[in-house]
């Protein structure tokens, strides 16, 4: 049994606990009105399995000893009540579908560790909730994480638990990367070799790019497109939206080794190139021409087919760190230029960025792009992932697009956790579990209207040095607690909030991580296990991360 105050993220209001409770028993049943079916399948197949419980229907709206759940178009969306009546049961009331299923993940936490389990450990045992009434909404509709698979392979089943993870943190956006130059992981049937051979390097870079290290292992995989469908719609189930990523014009490289006509064939010879096999920004860029269009339309076809615009309505193209150049010394690239009338190398990119977005936009969706789509003017409708700090998202916002705020400073979940040696393979900027925990997606002094275009906030996971699923889960956590918590609840300013209460609730928090299995980061630093000694990082603070 938790206490309502060891819950995370916080709740914006919480009455309780009172005398007595409701016990979670053999006898306890299950009502779900018209349109909460979903939550109440989860609630089965993670409750049910946790205790051994059959929580069989009922239906009976008035039912007693009953997990009941509930929708009010009174509330918003993603609001919930919920309801500890003693000798009654549980009521979850939601504004949408996606409230009762965030009320049902609070039900969990109040349930103890135990309920993270996937079959009970005490069999027999009684557990109870105390009575108590929960109110709560999240500040904010975008709360997301991005996993970069490109880098890194993770196989399907470690996406889905990965899914369960955001929406155990009442997440509920999830950034898929998922091409780059060391890697292109999403099958596109009328391109085959782009995962034949862009799916696949001969070797990785072991540490970061300084690194004189290698693992000679051969790295790669890729997702079918019924894994992808299957990976979305097991993401609606818990409401959560996937943001897929498709890198144009830049982070090409595995693409162009597929396919060579895609690159800049006057100045390279893009014949000879291979999918990279380390870090960092990338020279070698799509070529400006129609056939490179029509390619990737193409691609962005089959995309569009694969994440449907109900779960799906963002498609996310990258644009970011695109060297120009080639295209200073590519002929052919500086004769587009002379033809579009864009001036110069930024308006070529410009004009790649617009092109996709009013393609999407005439198909129903929107471009979101990292912040370098701000150069050479950004495309009506686009909206903006404010990487590189605040200003991409202050200057975004105050001209009256939509902003993810994802400052690298802050919430790049690569950056080590400590200083020290003890760190396994530092990169980049010191970031605490107390530093998330202090940021705040809106920077001060900002306009109330451009305040009012900022969507949210989302952690970004880049795993060049993440080899496996056990060093995704060290860097992830327990950071991706404090943001969720940042992302959701409505808390005091940064200087003013109280990070030894939220220690406090971390202790349990702790137990439900490994309850679940999650290799995190312990609090008194990383197990033998989890360091790696001899491998080079970027160990000074303060140095600019890789991406």
Known sequence: MTHPMDLIPAPARAEGPHHG???????????????????????????????????????????TH??????????????????????????????????VFW?????????????????????????????????????????????????????KDDVLRYLDLLAAHKLNVFHFHLTDDQGWRIEIKRHPRLTEV???????????????????????????????????????????????????PGHAQAAIAAYPELGNTDVVDTAALTVWDTWGVNPNVLAPTEAVLRFYEGVLEEVLDLFPAAVSPFVHIGGDECPKDQWKASPAAQARIEELGVGDEDGLQSWFIRHFDRWLTS??????????????????????????????????AEAGHDVVMCPEQQVYLDHRQAPGEDEPMPIGYVRTLEDVYRFDPVPPGISPEAAAHILGTQANVWTEVMENRARVDYQVFPRLAAFAEVAWSALPAPDERDYPGFERRMGTHYRR???????????????????????????????????
């Open 21 to 63: 409770g409701f016990l979670l028993d053999e006898r306890t049943t299950l009502s779900a009105a018209t349109g909460t079916e979903t939550t109440a399948r989860w609630l089965r197949n993670t409750l049910g399995a946790a205790f051994g419980l059959p929580l069989r229907d009922t239906a009976d709206e008035n039912a």
């Open 66 to 99: 009953s997990i009941r759940l509930r929708l009010d178009e009174t509330l918003a969306p993603e609001a919930y009540r919920l309801d500890v009546v003693t000798d009654q049961g549980v009521e979850i009331t939601g504004g949408g579908p996606a409230g």
């Open 103 to 155: 009320g049902a993940q609070t039900l969990r936490q109040l349930l103890g560790p135990d309920a993270f389990r996937g079959a009970p450990v005490r069999q027999g045992a009684v557990t109870a909730v105390t009575a108590q009434t929960i109110e709560d909404a999240p500040r904010f509709a975008w709360r997301g994480l991005l996993l970069d698979v490109a880098r890194h392979f993770l196989p």
């Open 198 to 248: 862009g799916a696949w390097r001969s070797r990785s870079k072991w540490g970061h790019r300084a690194s004189p290290l290698w693992d000679d292992t051969p790295h790669g995989g890729f997702y079918t497109q019924d894994d992808i469908r299957e990976i979305v719609a097991y993401a609606a189930e818990r409401h959560i939206t996937v943001v897929p990523e498709i890198d144009l």
């Open 363 to 396: 198909r129903g969706r929107r471009l979101i792009g990292w912040d370098e789509i701000l150069e050479g003017g950004l495309a009506e409708g686009a909206a903006v992932s404010s990487w590189r700090g605040y200003a991409g998202g202050i200057t975004a």
């Open 513 to 547: 991580l490994d309850a679940l299995g999650v290799d995190y980061r312990p609090p008194a630093g990383p197990h033998p296990w989890q360091r790696r000694p001899g491998v080079l990082g970027r160990p000074l603070e303060g140095a600019p991360p890789i991406v």
